[in-house]
């Protein structure tokens, strides 16, 4: 699977707004003036963000049937990778939906409650910007949650069954204990004649062991 500690930075760029392929996708995020097409709340792109980068985590994005470079090489695959994925994701998927949440939605309601005469409700939705958010705020999170139901990045039957103390507590372990697993080891060498192995084998140990 792709390491957390060395693709959280594509995450931490892109929602800082530094992009690495900007140039790839201008089109699909700015009108001809050069203006943001998303007029959505911001944050809904973190959101919607973070939930593809926990599918990430749950993939190999460098393919196992070839030979494995070295970390620092496979560092920067698998942050460019992953902050490719990451712009794409935002510029052709979140794009798309936050115009049509905030935008074409609102008109389309508008236009069917003026033709049935109800005037005054077509209006409040499309100049009442707290109800476009909340529907944008809905849509992101549904997807975030819905990514860390199906990758089994949590376990939301904690939260029904022992409350939201003992599920933070959950995702605090998880997170930990991920993080301490990408973390690098100190290796012993083998101290035997010959043998090739990093660590103390089972033969290296019963020979010392005499």
């Known amino acids: 699977m792709a390491k957390l500690i060395w693709t959280v930075w594509s995450l931490l760029l892109n929602t800082v707004g530094v992009s690495i392929f900007q ?3 201008a089109n699909s995020m700015e009108d001809e003036d050069g203006e943001p097409l998303m007029s959505g709340p ?3 792109s973190f959101i919607f963000a973070a939930g593809v980068y926990t599918t990430i985590l749950r993939f190999n994005l460098f393919p196992q049937s070839f030979k494995q470079p070295k970390p620092v ?3 920067f695959y698998e942050f460019l990778v992953t902050s490719f ?4 994701s935002i510029a052709c998927i979140w794009t798309p939906l936050d115009i049509l949440i905030v935008t074409t939605i609102p008109k389309v309601l508008c236009q069917t409650l003026h033709l049935t005469g109800f005037n005054e409700w077509g209006d409040i939705i499309v100049n009442n910007k707290c109800l476009v958010a909340l529907l944008s705020y809905s849509f992101a999170l549904g997807f975030f949650f819905l990514a860390l139901h199906v990758t089994r990045s949590v376990d939301f039957a904690i939260y029904s069954e022992c409350g939201y103390s003992e599920f933070f507590k959950h995702v605090k372990n998880q997170l930990l204990s991920r993080i301490q697993s990408e973390l690098p080891r100190k290796r012993l ?5 010959g043998c090739r192995c990093r660590s103390n084998c089972v033969r290296c140990k019963s020979r010392n062991s005499r």
């Not at 060498?189 to 004649?193: Q, S, V």
């Open 42 to 44: 911001p944050v809904t």
């Open 73 to 75: 090489v496979l560092f």
């Open 85 to 88: 994925l990451l712009e794409f």
């Open 23 to 25: 140039t790839c996708f």
């Open 189 to 193: 060498r083998c101290n035997r004649k």
